[in-house]
């Protein structure tokens, strides 16, 4: 189920140097919401969700979580206020156990003290709890995003950017993970999921937002958004 709007983003433009990597783009999620956001290589989603998290800053428009301007938050400020995201890539704390690596994020969403008991749920919520101990260079491809996930999950979001946790894994990892994120969404967190996987992505998805080229070219029901013709010609035909 969805509900009020959750997340604004209004005419966002971002650039590097001379060139415009997202070009007056809108993009909103209802509480509650799975939005998948796809497109070509460097159309620009992973400058989103840098837009939205705060590891980059926006040259343009605003952004809007829970009715408050966020766009010159601090990115812990904005993980404070519910709006998490994952990596592309995967970057584990190398030094640190399996467990440990979670107590970081509970001190970065201003939790800790209640660590051990968090820590203990989101393990077991994504089935690492036999690998609390592990180090992060024993853990597979898998393991590894569920670890991501479970980062994300002790900083309690409502919203959770989700940029590609499914590259390289086999389509029952893939499942894995698709359930994964399927609960935390029935647990009522709104999630973005960006991904080439286009079965995973409409799968999961109630709604499909398309950029190419910094633009958002697509926005809506995901059967007509990938029957529309600009969307096959500058996507999926590529
Ligand atoms: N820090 C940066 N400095 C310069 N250019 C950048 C930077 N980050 C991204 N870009 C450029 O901006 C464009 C959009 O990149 P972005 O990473 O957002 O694409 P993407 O849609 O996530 O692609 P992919 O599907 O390959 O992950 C690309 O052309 C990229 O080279
Ligand atoms: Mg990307």
Known sequence: ???PLLFRAERIAKRFGG???LDSVDFEVSAG???GLIGPNGSGKSTLVGCASGSLRNNEGAIWFEGRRIDRLSPHKRVRAGLVRSFQLPRPFRGLTIAENLR????????AGRDSRAID?????????????????DLTQVDLRKL?????????PRLLFVDEAMAGLSQSEVDEILALLMRMN??????VMIEHIMRAVTSFSQRLV??????KIADGDPTKVLADADVQRAYLGE
């Open 186 to 191: 029935a647990r009522g967190v709104a999630i």
């Open 104 to 111: 970081v994020p509970l001190f970065f969403a201003g939790r």
């Open 33 to 35: 919401e799975r939005v």
């Open 148 to 156: 991501d996930l479970a980062r994300a999950t002790v900083a309690e």
């Open 210 to 215: 398309v950029l190419v080229a910094g633009r």
């Open 1 to 3: 189920m969805t509900g």
């Open 121 to 137: 749920e989101a393990l077991d919520f994504v089935g690492l709890s036999a690998r609390r101990d592990t180090m992060p260079a």
């Open 19 to 21: 060139f415009t990597a």
